[in-house]
């Protein structure tokens, strides 16, 4: 018995020893073919360790009557068996035998190696089915290695393998596990490889999909990749479809993996050269040519420009189709195609990832906790796939996702199961409802409403579609003059008048569907942006005034334009695509583009009835998580609509928009004896936004309107300083303790709605905290109001500052009852940087070393002092890696931007898993 070989040492006939993905790795290494070197803990070992442990007699006890449609019983079979297996130690003489191999790749210093899971039934040249079983990258230092691998050996036992093997007709005792250990490429790009085009079976074309960073986000679906076609003979490039990649998956300092941004400059440029796309075709072909097959690979390129193939396993939906210049589809009947319906526009475009046309009533899953909601028929919509949704895939008619390219899950499984599927739609989660009947076409990547035949049989001309009405004034996307290049802030395309806008005094000429076009906004302008179909300035980054509101409205905005009060002119018709950052001449559709969107173009315009962000997710269903998700919220009359959304909160409400809706500084009103009718319309506000939320938290942030913004407000100049630096100037708890009486004001409101609504659910947070000591003074003023800290009362505080950051020891000790930290401001305090100064843009990053340090401080300290900690800056909402660190840090809730509450809800729930996964293997490890 061999418990351990090296790559070199097995090929593609010693899948009952290694597993199908050790053979193929195996027999790459011995064809010559650029492999990362390693070696592999045979399946002899597992059933070794299974027999001297008896744990074979429990697996077959526990599976011999499994019903694997039973998803609760199977769930609590699988986490028996798992937790069984990590508890059991693992042979002594086998773990060091493990160590020392790896200690042998390790000549030149610890390595990093991928800890890949290789069962005897999987990578088949008949059945592949990958990833039923665990991956795990990043791995460092031998210990770490041997845990790995009794992870990867529990892993056989997870819910979807034990599916996977029962409606296989797999023997649960006969299936085994080897476990290769495979040094890590460092990628700096990755992807897939297919060396025939696997949704059309065209065997002369070869497939590549490719994006930055690790290739697991490809392969799952997460990210939208580059497409690349090419021919064989003569190997050339045929075709080039770039998509967006705003995130990567990359190498953790200490192991592991982590999502991060992709730099702006490169979210959208071609991955791979061209002379890479070649060399990628090249070793396809040479793969080919030595298995006498085409071949599904993975591969990645290092930082060095080395290419690398990690992975092979056969094609195993390839059909025998007509030559390449057949028509496309897949036959329903001997010598018929079905036809793309042709009655009407589709409702959503994608890729085509597997062919076919089918019909039936819409499911959305959120998470594979729910998917057995999906019924025979239905059509899975989600927002990408992986091997946990293979039992509800099976019940499907056809699969439509967000995310993904024609190599990711979700296009592999489909066309195993030989169903129709759309993938990248980018919002088939939020344009489409459950119960709704749609018609998906896998071979054209389109979605249409309703159940719809085939348009005509085979062979029939294709019926012409209905002419659709058009607007003569409009131009299409691909042909439209382009006047302004800006940041892309927040999502979504419309059309509409200029309104230019010097001062806030004039934003009463801002009418409903004006694009409002200026050189910044401020609380001010509040009233006319709710009115604007679109918003462009000339300064600010995507963390500014305009861009956090717009995206609380729903529309679509670009800042940072430069020229945009001088280019555009008030009347010119005007089409802004936020998703860009473009601003293009005259008005513009992208609603009668027949095919897919080409990668990069703008969605269509939202659904009338509602912000973008909202369309949808009424019926989503929950994502539970242990760290909560609140929204930051300034407009009552958005309130009904967010509130419906799956968020447990406001964790911030901000009082400037309901005075900059009130038009008049809060002082000019006290000064005309109006100081009632402040309180009353401050209260009426709150209320609206607590009533809708009842009873979960409404965090009200008190007022923090700077000396400049309050200025411009009808009386403002009579009350207002001039300052040289408003951002550190006359502001927040400081301004209370200096006019207390104003601050009162806000008080009585917040007990009006307390007390008057009974509405409990509004809690208190004081901005911009510089000293303990001014904390007190406002702590003394809240109290003597009445209101008093218990448990439907609670008094938190802004951490927006340094000094709070480095005395958030003591602030927890003062009485606090939670911290929210405000990463915009502790982001430009602690860089000293100005986040609206177009020059400085580069220099303003809330991932900086010294602003992820004091986040970390800050959380893991009020944590100790069991105060709440939350977030609610715009770095959540923009970069996935904030809201991850603030997770693993211990963070209680995060706080976003209404448009970010479903992905960060779900980036909140991979980060709990992983971390749940390892303490469990943790716990085994040292039981």
Request: hydrophobic fraction near 40%; proline fraction near 6%.
């Amino acid at each position: 018995m061999k418990s351990l070989v090296w790559f070199a040492e097995v090929g593609k006939d010693d899948i009952p020893l290694v597993g199908g993905k050790g053979a193929n790795l195996g027999e790459m290494t011995r064809a010559g073919l650029p492999v990362p070197g390693g070696y592999i803990v045979t399946a002899d070992a597992y059933y070794v360790f299974m027999k001297e442990t008896k744990l074979d007699k429990k697996v077959k006890k526990l599976l011999s009557h499994v019903d694997p449609e039973d998803s609760k019983k199977l769930n609590a079979l699988s986490k028996e068996l798992e937790q069984a297996i990590l508890h059991t130690p693992m042979p002594k003489v086998l773990g060091t035998s493990i160590k020392a191999a790896y200690d042998k790749m390790c000549e030149k210093g610890l390595v990093f190696v991928a800890v890949r899971s290789s069962a005897t039934a999987e990578d088949l040249p008949d059945a592949s089915f990958a990833g039923q079983q665990e991956t795990f990258l990043n791995i460092k230092g031998g210990d770490n290695v041997v845990l790995a691998v009794r992870k990867a050996w529990a892993s056989l036992f997870e819910p979807r393998a034990i599916y996977y093997r029962s409606i296989n007709n797999f023997d649960h005792m006969k299936v085994g596990i080897a476990v290769p250990v495979q040094l890590m490429v460092d990628s700096v790009k990755s992807g897939v490889m297919f060396a025939a085009d696997p949704v059309t079976s065209d065997v002369s074309q070869i497939v590549i999909d490719a994006g930055w960073g690790l290739g697991e986000a490809i392969v799952l679906g997460s990210v939208d990749p580059d497409h690349y076609v090419l021919s064989k003979e003569p190997l050339q490039i045929l075709s080039k479809e770039i998509s967006k990649q705003t995130w990567k998956i990359v190498r953790a300092p200490k192991g592991g993996d982590k999502n991060v941004s992709v730099p702006k400059d490169e979210q959208e440029i071609q991955k791979l050269s061209d002379e890479e796309i070649l060399t990628l075709g090249g070793l396809a072909k040479k793969n080919e040519a030595h298995y006498g097959r085409p071949n599904d690979m993975e591969w990645a390129i290092d930082k060095e420009g080395r290419v690398f193939l990690v992975q092979s396993r056969p094609i195993t939906t390839l059909k025998n189709v007509a030559p390449a210049s057949a028509p496309t589809g897949v036959p329903s009947t001997p010598g018929s195609q079905p036809s793309t319906p042709s009655s009407t526009e589709p409702i959503l475009h994608g890729a085509a990832a597997s062919l076919g046309l089918a019909s039936g009533p819409v499911k959305i899953i959120l998470d594979p906790s729910e998917i057995d909601k999906v019924l025979q028929g239905d059509v899975l919509v989600t927002e990408m796939t992986n091997p946990e949704y293979v039992p509800a895939m099976r019940r499907a008619s056809a699969i439509v996702t967000n995310t993904g390219g024609r190599t990711s899950h979700a296009a592999i499984i489909s066309r195993e199961l030989g169903i129709p599927c759309v993938v990248g739609t980018e919002k088939a989660t939020t344009t489409l409802k459950t119960g709704q009947i749609v018609t998906v076409d896998g071979s054209k990547g389109t979605v249409f409403d309703g159940k719809l035949e085939s348009a005509a049989p085979a062979g029939a001309a294709p019926v012409a579609a209905p002419a659709v009405a058009a607007d003569p004034n409009s131009v299409n996307i691909a042909s439209a003059e382009i006047l302004l290049h800006g940041a892309a802030a927040s999502l979504g395309i419309a059309s509409g008048p200029v309104k230019v806008i010097y001062k806030p005094s004039e934003i009463d000429k801002v009418l409903q569907g004006d694009v409002l076009v200026t050189e910044m906004t401020n609380p001010e302008f509040v009233p006319a942006m709710r009115r604007a179909a679109a918003i462009v300035t000339d300064t600010g980054g995507r963390t500014s005034h305009a861009a956090i509101i717009s995206r609380e409205l729903g529309i679509p905005c670009v800042v940072g334009s430069g020229t945009a009060t001088s280019v555009l002119k008030t009347g010119q018709m005007i089409t802004v695509d936020g998703r860009k950052g473009l601003v293009y001449k005259g008005k513009v559709t992208t609603a009668a583009t027949p095919a897919p969107a080409a990668a990069g173009a703008p969605a269509p315009a939202a659904p009338s009835g509602g912000p973008s962000w909202a369309q949808g997710t009424t019926d989503l269903p929950p994502i539970i998580t242990g760290t909560k998700v609140y929204v930051n919220l300034g407009e009552p009359h958005l309130a009904e609509t967010v509130a419906a959304m799956p968020v447990d909160g406001v964790g911030l409400l901000r009082a400037e928009f309901i005075i900059a809706g009130m038009g008049e500084h809060p002082r000019a009103m006290m000064k005309d004896g109006r100081s009632q009718e402040f309180v009353d319309k401050l209260a009426e506000g709150m209320q609206t936004i607590c009533q809708a939320f009842n009873p979960r938290p409404v965090v009200y942030r008190a007022t923090d309107f700077k000396t400049n913004e309050y200025h411009d407000l009808k009386g403002g100049a009579e009350f207002e300083p001039k300052e040289a630096n408003p951002m550190i100037g006359f502001r927040g708890a400081f301004r209370y303790v200096t006019e207390p009486d104003l601050f009162k004001l806000e008080l009585e409101a917040i007990k009006k709605v307390r007390n008057q609504f009974d509405l409990k659910n509004l809690w208190l947070m004081i901005p911009f905290v510089r000293s303990i000591d001014e904390f007190f003074k406002v702590k003394a003023l809240v109290t003597e109001s009445g209101l008093v800290q218990n448990h439907d009362f609670k008094l938190w505080i802004m951490c927006e500052v340094p000094s709070t950051v480095i005395l958030i020891d003591k602030f927890c000790q003062s009485g606090i009852d939670g911290v929210s930290i405000g990463s915009n401001d502790l982001t430009q305090l602690t860089l000293g940087c100005d986040r609206d100064n177009p020059a400085l843009a580069s220099a303003f990053d809330e991932r900086d070393e010294a602003v992820e340090l004091s986040l970390k401080h800050v959380i893991t300290t009020c944590r100790k002092h069991h105060v709440t900690v939350s977030i609610c800056g715009q770095a959540p909402s923009v970069y996935p890696e904030i809201t991850e660190l603030m997770v693993k840090s211990g963070a209680t809730s995060v706080s976003v931007t209404p448009d970010m509450i479903v992905s960060s809800r779900k980036t909140i729930a991979s980060v709990e898993r992983r971390l749940l996964m390892n303490e469990i293997a943790n716990e085994a490890d040292n039981s």
